[in-house]
């Protein structure tokens, strides 16, 4: 089936440690997107990446890190430097056009105690 | 850049009453319009957009939503909700460019999300 895959769905990390979330998709899209979620705060945009090897921070990028090697890959590495790590994260991507529509994978529970 | 304000965080309705959550925007250019809803512990599915034409679009599940550029609106409508709608619904614009390099353009923003609780 085509879609975004991300894993793990749920994740616990001790405070400090570093945690890479990964995110594939099989839709042949161009872009690809990171959000975080938090209750109340709807989703704020993490990074982005249109093309292979490029990407540009969102509106909150400091802690977080990304790369871009393969059209289908966009993994996501949650760093020490993250002050409040605990979220839900959503993978996304669509074609570059804005028209066309923005795909959703299921979403990665981060747990930082 | 484009901003989006939901302006009911919680809006809770009897099963088979019609409910309107809404949605309102500001852009210096013109935009595209889109509804998502997400269930518990799930990513976001689209529910409706709105790029041109007419401007009411509506869902296969009875929604729809009708685009209003002198109120800068696209609230979201149903004549009649199922228990099955309960979810969170969130209202987002995206500028109509191609996306160069570094700009802010075909971003997607977001509202904060209406949590619609169905009763029985």
């Known amino acids: 089936d085509g879609g975004i895959t991300q894993s793990p769905k749920y994740l616990f990390r001790k405070e400090g440690q570093n945690v890479t979330l990964s995110c594939e998709q099989n839709?042949?899209?161009?872009?690809m997107y990171w959000y975080r979620q938090d209750p109340g705060q709807g989703l704020r945009l993490i990074y982005y990446s249109q093309i292979v090897n490029d990407f540009q921070k969102g509106d909150i990028a400091e802690g977080y890190s990304v790369s871009r090697e393969k059209k289908e890959s966009f993994p996501l590495t949650v760093t020490s430097a993250q002050k409040n790590p605990t979220a839900f994260y959503l993978c996304a991507s669509s074609l570059k056009s804005s028209g066309n529509t923005i795909y959703f994978g299921e979403g990665s529970w981060l747990t930082v105690v | 850049a484009q901003s989006v304000t939901q302006l009911d965080s919680q809006v809770p309705v009897f099963e088979e009453a019609p409910v309107e959550l809404r949605c309102n925007y500001s852009s210096s250019v013109s935009v595209y319009l889109f509804w998502y809803v997400q269930y518990p512990n799930q990513g976001l599915q689209l529910l409706l957009k709105?790029?041109?034409?007419?401007?009411l679009v509506k869902s296969i599940n009875g929604f729809e939503a009708e685009f209003n550029k002198s109120q800068t609106s696209f609230h979201l409508r149903k004549p009649s909700v199922h228990i099955s709608d309960t979810a969170e619904y969130f209202c987002?614009?995206?500028?109509?460019?191609?996306?160069?390099?570094?700009?802010?353009?075909?971003?997607?923003?977001f509202g904060r999300g209406t949590q619609l609780t169905v009763w029985p």
């Open positions: 987002a614009v995206r500028a109509p460019h191609l996306i160069p390099r570094g700009s802010t353009l075909g971003r997607l923003y």
């Open positions: 839709l042949n899209h161009d872009a």
């Open positions: 709105y790029l041109s034409g007419s401007t």
